[in-house]
């Protein structure tokens, strides 16, 4: 078998195994390439029946305009339900510290949105986009991640996952991240958007946009991210290899206007996704990994 | 081009994360950014291309199973980097249940120690197709065609034990990269396969068994059922066979991807309806009648206890899986213990604990069909699951009814 349809049958068999195990599945969409995707292998999965879960988006209210259009677009277009909650909610029900600063980031702060989210439509299993090579921590995360009823992930007690048997089952209050598509790699994730002409934010393509420079980094400007004086604002022709918050998903420098330009742009690429891209995880050598020890995706 | 997965294991030093970095770096696929994290002042440290969680990155050891992703031009490649220490063989024995080939790698100046016989156990008892030894640090002795036989003479001895085949010995240094991706001159005596060459051609044996096992995974509407064929071919309007039931139907329509199709094969993940409107379930395998799998509510197996917080329990009930049906059972007969470090058969009134294994005898509360493990692996193995906890607290693969 070609790798694509190797790893197509892996995601397509991992969504009906979280559906025939699960009660209350949803799946996790941002609007970006990995989630789109998902549910590109969700349809087929469940075909010719609608998907037997809605789909979920925890808002940071810090998104790209083109990725909340194109999201909503994409919902309506294969008939999902969609559920939106707003980490703004949450900061202001919990009374928690909104992040300040240059970056305002409110990466951090949706697993609470999420878990609370979780607890209110009783979800028992999170669909996710997460790849292994994105980084190390998810590295080493399983295709069914079990977390505790506060969402924490326990990288030293994970559950054995032999073959392609994945144990689902939970208690009350417990539940478990599924990712499907764990094994495929940013250039796997293009190779199969060109192969099934699959449409994506316009961000993720080439664009003049006006930014300035952060610690060697592209940061566009934008209503989240105010220029000091000591900036200066350059417009620019970038695309984004990530789509994340506006505040913490840096641009590339780039002229890719197509699938073809960005394929032969990403193995050309000294550089990898998230290196490139995310501002949050220069920080810590372990940022994703304490995100995920506090329910993060 | 296909995908072929691999696991490097060894004991604790002897150069698994080398390896990795070296098979990373040598084919162009390690970013300029994640080269600066593993760069010191010592120079470039490939073994921390593997080490993804803080505990491994201070306690300087592998942890839990890691995935790394790399291509050349004729292969894309999973390793699957697994931990050597025993108290984590439960973790080894996940991360290698899905891989084509098995390194076992080798400090040449050591030469086979304990951790070498138990990750032999464990690739026989996953039955792996492909077992590469790979004696490493070879420049650490002179590169001598003596160690390397000395060493390879010794495994094969351990290999007829554990009735280990298809078995490639390769001398390498991971730290300088001789024989791992292309011939090194340092080693005259060695004609070869080099370690990527061998892996840019392995073929694992894929769908050899011809009789059709359709596997049921869920419910997609009132009429239309999804599954995978685990083996064989299914034609639209063919006469089947549930099992465990045993009752006959006829498939109408075969649904893939988005289409009707005639024909569906091995590896496929499909749906079907029945022409007899009968209701399918999730655990239902499809066959022919002319080939049937067996189907009974017992059998013996070789188990792997992989729960540290428990051992293994005879009087209790545990949930038994294959594929994807369940069903309640008991582990009534604990034949013989197998010492994974000498590989001898004991009996004691210990109980069975993580990381051991064990010839045992399953009674199930109602009949599963399987199949044996040299016809279709897929159908002949599964996992025990704890009711209380939930935990995944053995492996196993069935020998015989
Ligand atoms: N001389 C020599 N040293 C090696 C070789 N391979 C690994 N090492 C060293 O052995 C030590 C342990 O290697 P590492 O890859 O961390 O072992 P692991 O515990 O199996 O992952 C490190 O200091 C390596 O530099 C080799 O081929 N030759």
């Not at chain 1, 600063?101 to 979780?118: C, E, H, V, W």
């Not at chain 1, 099934?196 to 393509?205: N, Q, R, V």
């Not at chain 2, 009735?163 to 390498?172: E, G, R, S």
Request: with cysteine.
């Amino acid at each position: 078998m070609n790798y694509l349809d190797i790893l197509e049958a892996e995601a397509i068999y991992i969504f009906r195994e979280v559906a025939g195990q699960f009660k209350r599945p949803v799946l996790l969409f941002s609007g970006g390439k990995d989630s789109t995707v998902l549910i590109h292998l969700a349809l087929k999965a469940f075909y010719p029946a609608p998907l037997p879960f809605p789909v979920m988006h925890i808002d940071t209210g810090h998104n790209f305009p083109e990725a909340l259009r194109f999201r909503n677009a994409l919902v309506e277009k294969i008939n999902a339900q969609l559920i939106v909650r707003k980490v703004e909610d949450t900061i202001r029900e919990k009374n928690l510290p909104d992040p300040q600063g240059k970056f305002p980031s409110r990466n951090a702060l949706q697993s609470y949105t999420l878990m609370d989210a979780i607890r209110e439509f009783g979800f028992d299993a999170c669909i996710g986009g997460g790849r292994r090579d994105e980084e190390k921590a998810r590295a080493k995360e399983r295709i069914f991640s079990f977390r505790d009823p506060s969402g924490a992930w326990q990288p030293h007690n994970q559950r054995p996952e032999l073959w392609d048997l994945y144990n689902g089952r939970i208690r009350e209050g417990e539940n478990v991240r599924a990712f499907p598509i764990s094994n495929w790699t940013e250039l796997d994730i293009w190779q199969y958007i060109k192969r099934e002409h699959i449409a994506l934010p316009s961000i993720y393509f080439a664009h003049k946009r006006d930014c300035i420079v952060f610690q060697g980094r592209w940061v566009a400007v934008s209503e989240y991210v105010t220029p000091d004086i000591n900036d200066e604002v350059v417009n620019t022709t970038v695309r984004y290899r990530t789509v994340g918050d506006m505040t913490c998903t840096a641009a590339i420098e780039s002229q890719a206007q197509t699938v073809d330009d960005i394929i032969a742009e990403i193995e050309a690429s000294p550089i990898s996704e998230r290196g490139a891209t995310r501002i949050d995880d220069q920080i810590s050598d372990a940022a994703m990994e304490d995100r995920k020890l506090k329910g993060y995706f | 081009m296909d995908i072929l997965r691999f696991t490097t294991a060894g004991s604790v030093d002897d150069g698994k994360s080398t390896l990795t970095g070296r098979l990373l770096y040598d084919t162009g696929n390690i970013k300029s950014d994640i080269l600066e994290t593993i760069s010191g002042d010592e120079g470039l440290n490939l073994a921390h291309v593997t080490d993804g969680l803080r505990a491994e990155r201070e306690q300087k050891i592998t942890i839990d199973v890691a995935y790394k992703y790399f291509s050349t031009s004729h292969r894309k490649f999973i390793i699957t980097d697994a931990p050597g220490h025993f108290e984590y063989t439960r973790n080894l024995v996940t991360g290698a249940s899905n891989v084509d080939v098995m390194i076992i790698l080798i400090d040449a100046q050591n030469g086979i120690t304990a951790q070498t016989r138990r990750h032999s156990m464990v690739a026989s008892f996953l039955k792996l197709g492909k077992v590469v030894v790979a004696i490493n640090k070879m420049d650490l002795s002179d590169y001598s065609q003596d160690v390397y036989e000395r060493i390879k003479e010794e495994y094969l001895q351990i290999a007829a034990k554990l009735d280990l085949h298809n078995i490639t010995f390769i001398p390498i240094s991971a730290l300088q990269g001789d024989n791992v991706i292309t011939l090194s001159p340092k080693t005259p005596w060695y004609i070869g396969p080099a370690l990527l060459e061998l892996l840019e051609t392995y073929k694992p044996p894929m769908h050899q068994y011809a009789g059709l096992r359709l596997c049921l995974q869920y419910r997609i509407d009132d009429n239309t059922f999804a599954g995978k064929i685990l083996s064989g071919t299914l034609h639209s309007g063919d006469k089947i066979l549930i099992h465990p039931s045993g009752q006959a139907a006829t498939i109408g329509n075969i649904i893939h991807n988005y289409d009707n199709v005639e024909v569906a094969h091995a590896g496929d993940n499909i749906s079907i309806t029945l022409q007899e409107g009968i209701i399918l379930k999730r655990g239902d395998i499809i066959s022919h009648a002319r080939d049937i799998p067996l189907t009974s509510d017992s059998f013996d197996a070789d188990l792997c206890w992989m729960d540290s917080s428990s051992a293994l329990d005879l009087q209790k009930t545990y949930i038994l899986r294959i594929n994807t049906a369940e069903t309640e059972c008991i582990v009534s007969d604990l034949k013989f213990k197998v010492d994974i470090d000498t590989l001898e058969k004991y009996s004691d009134k210990e109980p069975l604990t993580a990381n051991q294994f064990a010839r045992v005898g399953i009674s199930m509360q109602k009949a599963l069909a399987w199949d044996h493990t040299a016809t279709l692996p897929e159908n002949g193995r599964g996992i025990l699951v704890d009711p209380v906890t939930n935990n995944t607290v053995g492996a196993f693969v069935i020998l015989q009814a």
